[in-house]
């Protein structure tokens, strides 16, 4: 849930760096006569994802394997990235490196959870071959996010999980993911989503579904577990003689970090500590 500056590289150039790798000259030639308007492709889904449509692209079924621009089929198409894109030695390798870096190593769709390890398919190459190597389909993320998406690409449009290069800034700015404390020892935090009251039904919905998609709940209480000792620790000791009040509002200057991005877990986890009254006037043992 951290937006991203748009990629530096064009569907152009991705495709000819991708396409310098086939080791064939004829099957180069095949590949590059396919494409004969790149630019109206991307200009095509660079559209749909500022309006948040990208749902509506035509969609192949997992199974199939039809021809989709020229005379390539799907297999070929993806190929174009398995094996002209990621691969180390190739051309394109390059471009694949710097998509991946462009996220400063945090992944922006857990909102910096995991590291960026991959590039994941905001558009799933299976069901969209036609984006398997354009850049502003290429998002950079970790690999508990790219492997344990559980379902396919939102069929409408209250289903699509955030997109870091189009959507719109509210999603990256406004606070959605809130945190309630549940009293225990050691006490747990449980995430969850509360998108502001102004916003459309359309967006309160896709914030539901991009937490829910990538199991953030879940992820978010396991970071909180194992950081709330520290928090803790410092109740117990240097803070055991303040009142219940400066400690809530030491917790509440921690929720305010400027380096983190809104609905990152820590700066939702330190607010919601700092409302929570029990946890404030709680002596811990
Ligand atoms: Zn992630």
């Given at each position: 849930?951290?937006?991203?500056?748009?990629?530096?590289?064009?569907?152009?150039?991705?495709?000819?760096?991708?396409?310098?790798?086939?080791?064939?000259a004829?099957?180069?030639?095949?590949?590059t006569?396919?494409?004969?308007?790149?630019?109206?492709?991307?200009?095509?889904?660079?559209?749909?994802?500022?309006?948040?449509?990208?749902?509506?692209?035509?969609?192949?079924a997992?199974?199939?394997?039809?021809?989709?621009?020229?005379?390539?089929?799907?297999?070929?198409?993806?190929?174009?990235?398995?094996?002209?894109?990621?691969?180390?030695?190739?051309?394109?390798?390059?471009l694949?490196e710097?998509?991946?870096?462009s996220?400063?190593?945090?992944?922006?769709?857990?909102?910096?959870?995991?590291h960026?390890?991959?590039?994941d398919?905001?558009?799933?190459?299976?069901?969209?071959p036609?984006?398997?190597?354009?850049?502003?389909?290429?998002?950079?993320?970790?690999?508990?996010?790219?492997?344990?998406?559980?379902n396919?690409?939102?069929?409408?449009?209250?289903?699509?999980?955030?997109?870091?290069?189009?959507?719109n800034?509210?999603?990256?700015?406004?606070?959605?993911?809130?945190?309630?404390?549940?009293?225990?020892?050691?006490?747990?935090?449980?995430y969850?989503?509360?998108?502001?009251?102004?916003?459309?039904r359309?967006?309160?919905?896709?914030?539901?579904?991009?937490?829910?998609?990538?199991?953030l709940?879940?992820?978010?209480?396991?970071?909180?577990?194992?950081?709330?000792?520290?928090?803790?620790?410092?109740?117990?000791?240097?803070?055991s003689?303040?009142?219940?009040?400066?400690?809530?509002?030491?917790?509440?200057?921690?929720?305010?970090?400027?380096?983190?991005?809104?609905?990152?877990?820590?700066r939702?986890?330190?607010?919601?500590?700092?409302?929570d009254?029990?946890?404030?006037?709680?002596?811990?043992?």
């Amino acid at each position: 849930m951290k937006n991203l500056s748009l990629p530096e590289v064009d569907f152009s150039t991705a495709l000819a760096e991708a396409i310098a790798g086939i080791s064939d000259a004829a099957t180069r030639q095949v590949y590059t006569a396919a494409f004969d308007a790149p630019q109206e492709i991307e200009a095509n889904y660079v559209a749909c994802a500022r309006a948040a449509n990208l749902y509506a692209q035509p969609r192949v079924a997992t199974t199939e394997d039809p021809v989709i621009c020229g005379s390539l089929r799907k297999s070929d198409l993806t190929k174009l990235y398995t094996q002209y894109f990621v691969p180390e030695g190739k051309p394109a390798r390059r471009l694949y490196e710097a998509l991946k870096v462009s996220a400063g190593g945090k992944c922006p769709l857990c909102g910096g959870v995991g590291h960026v390890r991959n590039l994941d398919h905001y558009l799933p190459k299976a069901n969209f071959p036609l984006y398997s190597v354009l850049p502003v389909n290429l998002i950079p993320c970790c690999r508990d996010c790219n492997t344990e998406k559980l379902n396919e690409f939102a069929n409408v449009r209250e289903n699509q999980t955030l997109h870091p290069y189009f959507d719109n800034e509210r999603f990256f700015v406004e606070q959605w993911v809130h945190a309630r404390v549940i009293p225990s020892e050691p006490p747990v935090l449980e995430y969850y989503v509360h998108p502001p009251d102004e916003w459309e039904r359309d967006d309160k919905l896709r914030v539901e579904a991009h937490f829910l998609e990538y199991g953030l709940a879940g992820k978010f209480s396991i970071e909180a577990a194992a950081d709330l000792p520290e928090t803790i620790q410092t109740r117990r000791t240097t803070m055991s003689a303040n009142s219940s009040e400066d400690f809530s509002h030491y917790l509440a200057e921690k929720g305010k970090t400027p380096t983190l991005p809104v609905n990152n877990w820590r700066r939702v986890m330190f607010s919601a500590l700092a409302l929570d009254r029990w946890f404030c006037s709680h002596t811990f043992p």
